[in-house]
Nanobody, 122 residues
Framework: QVQLVESGGGLVQAGGSLRLSCAAS????????MGWFRQAPEKEREFVAA????????DYADSVKGRFTISRDGAEDTVFLQMNSLKPDDTAIYYC???????????????WGQGTQVTVAS
């Protein structure tokens, strides 16, 4: 069973930045495609960003393009989400996701983390 452990959420003022991290275990030789979804209060869960196992391919939701950057540690199954120019609309629980195939990570990842709260105050 794959476990995903997120960290880095918190409260920030609008215009500020936060960096989320997520570590997957157990580590495998082939690695995982990884990414992030989020769910705001009374809204459906939505895709945020994804990165391939090699790190060479990324994808973003239109709402975060130019503000968020996904990256990964080349040696470990750890993914990061750098969030800049945060807006109140970015307030949500952010879930780390993973799976063996990048092509199916959105919208059906195989594994989900517990989530970390991000709150952006206006």
């Amino acid at each position: 069973q794959v476990q995903l452990v997120e960290s880095g959420g918190g409260l920030v003022q609008a215009g500020g930045s936060l960096r989320l991290s997520c570590a997957a275990s157990p580590h495998t030789y082939s690695g995982y495609a990884m990414g992030w979804f989020r769910q705001a209060p009374e809204k459906e869960r939505e895709f945020v960003a994804a990165i391939s196992r090699s790190g060479g391919t990324t994808d973003y939701a239109d709402s975060v393009k130019g503000r968020f950057t996904i990256s990964r540690d080349g040696a470990e199954d750890t993914v990061f989400l750098q969030m800049n120019s945060l807006k109140p609309d970015d307030t949500a629980i952010y879930y780390c996701v993973a799976g063996p195939r990048y092509s199916t990570l959105n919208p059906n990842p195989d594994y989900w983390g517990q989530g970390t709260q991000v709150t952006v105050a206006s």
